[in-house]
């Protein structure tokens, strides 16, 4: 098997001339969810998995901790802790991997992140470049930058290699192929690898694993995102499950990791907390099986490991985040838990939220990162159900932000008058019992007296609440008010 | 003990009856119950939409409302997390406001909640009059009650003539969330549509819903796709079991 270029694929969005913070690979929500929800191909495989690894979750934690709350309370405050004292943290992490014989780069944006590895392949005549799974390198659109500097970046997770091969995008923060069934996969490899079609998952992760192999040997430039860096010690932690962070690391003569600023913990103790949490949220295992704490590069007499290694620290408008209301939103480790509880996140799919953080997450992340203007649906297509919030393995209290994200709405121009209007009146009517039982006679009699209706529901309406009917029935009040039964009603005996 | 009624606007209009066997159940196990004719709405819609501004003299109101109130006890899970979770939070700048809403809080209970943790009912002895299958479908806001979804399931397999089958997925969501459900029809209507298949897969006759804007959303959406069962609160079902247990004519026990 010859190993294929994959050098010709290039993104095609988020070339025009406004860059935003995260790219934007689709702006229709409505027709994206709409689409997706009658997709039953998407819909089996997102439900099979996302139910199976928050089942999973709901099972493993009270199974492993006495109190896994408390757990979760502590991770939590950790994040806090060291989101309040980040600029004490940052100091500390660069001067200990300073120490450790790495080099550390500060972004302040996407585009500078991706312009200081470029420099780093540059400067080291590096050419190809194997990547470990990062949602921050999606965030960047890293490999894009790399291609256009005339480099090549592999990805060397499976799902994520998958996405690569087809020019997708992930529609999951921890399985990015998780819109994909097996067959689509099969078919894809067939023709990059050019080989008869099967749809064996053993056969398919065999041509990815002897391709990859290969790509490790020759490559000279190894990227990973972090899942933490421990400032105390210098430290950053990459988990996985396939091992190919490791040889991404360990293999070539450079090592980039690349992190958003909000990564770091403050002391080697506290990952204990965070590794008995991670995997457990995010893939119902007990530890990944990769747990590699990487402190700085090769040392003298050391065999293994890269000449160089340096740490990018990106902000792209994470110090904004940080200085608002969503300031908790960082305390994000990226674990996936909300996607797999959410039933919106189910019902649409990754790709319905148009950017590279899905599910309850990224409808904060996303308007936070680029503006709410851009996207205004995405806190507002949410029940507020709260699964997020118990899932969160941090306690990101979700649910919370996106009704202030709504409240924000009026102050980006993205709330029709008429909604204002609506809810200021109403408001009124709900302030006085006069004009409450006012209203409460009127939407009886206008709802008994509904047309398109028979008995007992009513088939359709009209207005705001059009859609009400376009997905159910409406009940209509029955004659009398729990107000009127009440006092017809005779004491009892 | 003296309880009073947080019937919520949805249950005022909607299912009035569900009101009426709350306080039923409630005498039934020893409470007196009175009505504040006062209150309106909690103001959710409000809150949730993100009018937090609009839904302040709201919750002002409605604590007014039951500032003398010894228990309040309501029979809709999203309302009671209102005035639990949400009241407190809207007055974290005004400390007066804040406590009164602490103190709402502090006495306020979900129907179900109040039967298990404060009276401490004993509904061994309570049998529903003929032979009926229930499931049951866990509203949302429960959890930030504490209340598990095992709690009243377990409450209502425990009623004698009933065969409670376990709703698969029963703590997701149906997809009501309020106005989400008219402004988002295409994903709301694919969530309750999954609600009901897996409703009809246990072939039960009965899916309990203790929340006015569930069981609106849920029974729409049975009524819409032609599903066999029928949704209930749950007290309408141990009204029913009250009211078979031999020599109930409506007797206060003690």
Same mark, same amino acid.
């Given at each position: 098997?010859?190993?294929?270029?994959?050098?010709?694929? *290039?993104? *095609? $969005?988020? /070339?025009?001339?406004?860059?935003h913070?995260?790219?934007?690979?689709?702006?229709?929500?409505?027709?994206?969810?709409?689409?997706?929800?009658?997709n039953?191909?998407?819909?089996?495989?997102?439900?099979?998995?996302?139910?199976?690894?928050?089942?999973?979750?709901?099972?493993?934690?009270?199974?492993?901790?006495?109190?896994?709350?408390?757990?979760?309370?502590?991770?939590?405050?950790?994040?806090?802790?060291?989101?309040?004292?980040?600029?004490?943290?940052?100091? &500390?992490?660069?001067?200990?991997?300073?120490?450790?014989?790495g &080099?550390?780069?500060?972004?302040?944006?996407?585009?500078?992140?991706?312009?200081?590895?470029?420099?780093?392949?540059?400067?080291?005549?590096?050419?190809?470049?194997?990547?470990?799974?990062?949602?921050?390198?999606?965030?960047? =659109?890293?490999?894009?930058?790399?291609?256009?500097?005339g480099?090549?970046?592999?990805?060397?997770?499976?799902?994520?290699?998958?996405? /690569?091969?087809?020019?997708?995008?992930?529609?999951?923060?921890?399985?990015?192929?998780?819109?994909?069934?097996? *067959?689509q996969?099969?078919?894809?490899?067939?023709?990059?690898?050019?080989?008869?079609?099967?749809?064996?998952?053993?056969?398919?992760? =065999?041509?990815?694993?002897?391709?990859?192999?290969? %790509?490790?040997?020759?490559?000279?430039?190894?990227?990973?995102?972090?899942?933490?860096?421990?400032? $105390?010690t210098?430290?950053?932690?990459?988990?996985?499950?396939?091992?190919?962070?490791?040889?991404c690391?360990?293999?070539?003569?450079?090592?980039?990791?690349?992190?958003?600023?909000?990564?770091?913990?403050?002391?080697?103790?506290?990952?204990?907390?965070?590794?008995?949490?991670?995997?457990?949220?995010?893939?119902?295992?007990?530890?990944? &099986?990769?747990?590699?704490?990487?402190?700085?590069?090769?040392?003298?007499?050391?065999?293994?490991?890269?000449? /160089?290694?340096?740490?990018?620290?990106?902000?792209?408008?994470?110090?904004r985040?940080?200085?608002?209301?969503?300031?908790?939103?960082?305390?994000?480790?990226r674990?996936?838990?909300?996607?797999?509880?959410c039933?919106?996140y189910? %019902?649409?799919?990754?790709?319905?939220?148009?950017?590279?953080?899905?599910?309850?997450?990224?409808?904060?992340?996303?308007?936070?990162?680029?503006?709410?203007?851009?996207?205004?649906?995405?806190?507002?297509?949410?029940?507020?159900?709260?699964?997020?919030? $118990?899932?969160?393995?941090?306690?990101?209290?979700?649910?919370?932000?996106?009704?202030?994200?709504?409240?924000?709405?009026?102050?980006?121009?993205?709330?029709?008058?008429?909604?204002?209007?609506?809810?200021?009146?109403?408001?009124?009517?709900?302030?006085?019992?006069?004009?409450?039982?006012?209203? /409460?006679?009127?939407?009886?009699?206008?709802?008994?007296?509904?047309?398109?209706?028979?008995?007992?529901?009513?088939?359709?309406?009209p207005?705001?609440?059009?859609?009400?009917?376009?997905?159910?029935?409406?009940? *209509?009040p029955?004659?009398?008010?729990?107000? &009127?039964?009440?006092?017809?009603?005779?004491?009892?005996? | 003990?003296?309880?009073?009624?947080?019937?919520? !606007?949805?249950t #005022?209009?909607?299912?009035?009856?569900? +009101?009426?066997?709350?306080?039923?159940?409630?005498?039934?196990?020893?409470?007196?119950?009175?009505?504040?004719?006062?209150?309106?709405?909690?103001?959710?819609?409000? @809150?949730?939409?993100? @009018?937090?501004?609009?839904?302040r003299?709201?919750?002002?109101?409605?604590?007014?409302? @039951?500032?003398?109130?010894?228990?309040?006890?309501?029979?809709?899970?999203?309302?009671?997390?209102?005035?639990?979770?949400?009241?407190?939070?809207? @007055?974290? #700048? #005004?400390?007066?406001?804040?406590?009164?809403?602490l103190a709402?809080?502090?006495?306020?209970?979900?129907?179900?909640?109040?039967?298990?943790?404060?009276?401490?009912?004993?509904?061994s002895?309570?049998?529903?009059?003929?032979?009926?299958?229930?499931?049951?479908?866990?509203? !949302?806001?429960?959890?930030?009650?504490?209340?598990?979804?095992?709690?009243?399931?377990?409450?209502?397999?425990?009623?004698?003539?009933?065969?409670?089958?376990?709703?698969?997925?029963?703590?997701? !969501?149906? +997809?009501?969330?309020?106005?989400?459900?008219?402004?988002?029809?295409?994903?709301?209507?694919?969530?309750?549509? #999954?609600?009901?298949?897996?409703?009809?897969?246990?072939?039960a006759?009965?899916?309990?819903?203790?929340?006015?804007?569930?069981?609106?959303?849920?029974?729409?959406?049975?009524?819409?796709?032609?599903?066999?069962?029928?949704?209930?609160?749950?007290?309408?079902?141990?009204?029913?079991?009250?009211?078979?247990?031999? +020599?109930?004519?409506?007797?206060?026990?003690?």
């Amino acid at each position: 098997m010859t190993a294929p270029a994959i050098e010709n694929h *290039k993104s *095609k $969005e988020n /070339q025009s001339s406004t860059r935003h913070a995260l790219p934007i690979f689709s702006s229709d929500f409505m027709g994206d969810a709409r689409r997706a929800s009658v997709n039953e191909a998407l819909h089996a495989a997102t439900e099979n998995a996302c139910v199976k690894k928050d089942a999973g979750r709901r099972a493993l934690l009270p199974r492993d901790f006495a109190n896994p709350d408390g757990l979760r309370t502590l991770a939590g405050n950790i994040k806090a802790h060291t989101l309040d004292h980040l600029d004490f943290y940052v100091e &500390q992490l660069e001067a200990n991997i300073l120490k450790n014989g790495g &080099q550390v780069h500060f972004a302040a944006t996407a585009e500078e992140a991706n312009q200081l590895i470029v420099q780093i392949a540059q400067q080291n005549q590096c050419k190809l470049i194997v990547k470990s799974k990062s949602m921050v390198s999606e965030e960047t =659109e890293l490999n894009r930058s790399l291609i256009d500097a005339g480099l090549t970046p592999i990805e060397t997770d499976l799902g994520e290699l998958i996405v /690569q091969i087809a020019n997708d995008h992930p529609s999951h923060i921890v399985m990015p192929v998780m819109h994909m069934r097996r *067959k689509q996969i099969g078919e894809i490899f067939a023709k990059f690898f050019n080989v008869p079609f099967t749809d064996e998952p053993q056969a398919l992760a =065999e041509m990815a694993r002897v391709y990859l192999r290969d %790509t490790f040997n020759k490559a000279d430039m190894g990227i990973s995102g972090v899942n933490f860096a421990v400032a $105390e010690t210098g430290s950053i932690v990459i988990c996985t499950n396939e091992g190919n962070g490791r040889m991404c690391t360990s293999r070539p003569r450079v090592h980039v990791a690349l992190m958003g600023m909000e990564k770091i913990i403050p002391r080697f103790a506290d990952l204990s907390v965070f590794l008995k949490l991670l995997a457990r949220s995010a893939s119902a295992a007990t530890l990944t &099986q990769y747990t590699n704490i990487i402190t700085g590069p090769k040392r003298p007499g050391e065999f293994d490991g890269p000449d /160089q290694f340096h740490l990018i620290i990106m902000d792209n408008g994470r110090s904004r985040i940080l200085a608002s209301d969503y300031r908790d939103t960082l305390r994000c480790i990226r674990c996936g838990a909300c996607l797999n509880t959410c039933p919106v996140y189910r %019902t649409v799919g990754g790709h319905a939220y148009g950017s590279v953080y899905p599910g309850p997450i990224g409808a904060l992340l996303t308007p936070l990162f680029n503006g709410l203007e851009h996207h205004e649906h995405l806190p507002q297509a949410t029940s507020l159900c709260g699964a997020c919030y $118990e899932a969160c393995p941090v306690k990101i209290n979700i649910p919370e932000m996106l009704v202030l994200m709504r409240r924000d709405l009026k102050s980006v121009g993205k709330l029709k008058f008429s909604q204002r209007v609506l809810f200021r009146l109403w408001t009124i009517a709900l302030s006085s019992k006069m004009l409450y039982l006012l209203g /409460q006679k009127f939407q009886k009699l206008t709802l008994r007296h509904a047309i398109h209706s028979d008995a007992g529901w009513i088939k359709k309406l009209p207005g705001p609440a059009k859609g009400w009917t376009q997905a159910r029935d409406f009940p *209509k009040p029955p004659a009398k008010t729990f107000r &009127q039964l009440w006092q017809e009603r005779k004491p009892r005996p | 003990m003296h309880v009073s009624l947080f019937v919520t !606007c949805l249950t #005022d209009l909607f299912s009035p009856q569900v +009101g009426m066997d709350v306080v039923r159940v409630l005498e039934h196990f020893g409470c007196t119950v009175d009505f504040p004719a006062d209150q309106t709405c909690c103001g959710q819609p409000q @809150f949730n939409n993100g @009018f937090l501004h609009e839904a302040r003299p709201l919750a002002q109101r409605m604590i007014r409302v @039951f500032d003398r109130s010894q228990f309040v006890v309501s029979p809709s899970g999203s309302c009671c997390a209102m005035f639990r979770e949400h009241y407190p939070h809207l @007055f974290k #700048d #005004d400390p007066q406001w804040e406590n009164r809403a602490l103190a709402l809080a502090a006495k306020t209970y979900e129907f179900v909640e109040f039967l298990t943790k404060i009276l401490k009912a004993d509904l061994s002895t309570l049998k529903l009059p003929a032979p009926t299958t229930l499931t049951y479908h866990y509203n !949302c806001h429960l959890r930030s009650l504490n209340q598990s979804p095992e709690i009243c399931a377990a409450l209502a397999g425990n009623l004698g003539n009933v065969t409670f089958i376990p709703l698969e997925k029963t703590e997701q !969501c149906c +997809g009501f969330g309020g106005t989400f459900a008219s402004k988002y029809p295409d994903i709301s209507g694919a969530i309750v549509r #999954d609600k009901i298949e897996k409703a009809a897969k246990t072939g039960a006759e009965v899916l309990i819903v203790n929340d006015a804007g569930c069981a609106m959303n849920i029974g729409g959406a049975c009524h819409r796709l032609g599903a066999a069962f029928r949704v209930k609160h749950i007290a309408e079902l141990l009204t029913a079991a009250i009211d078979n247990a031999p +020599g109930a004519s409506g007797e206060v026990a003690t």
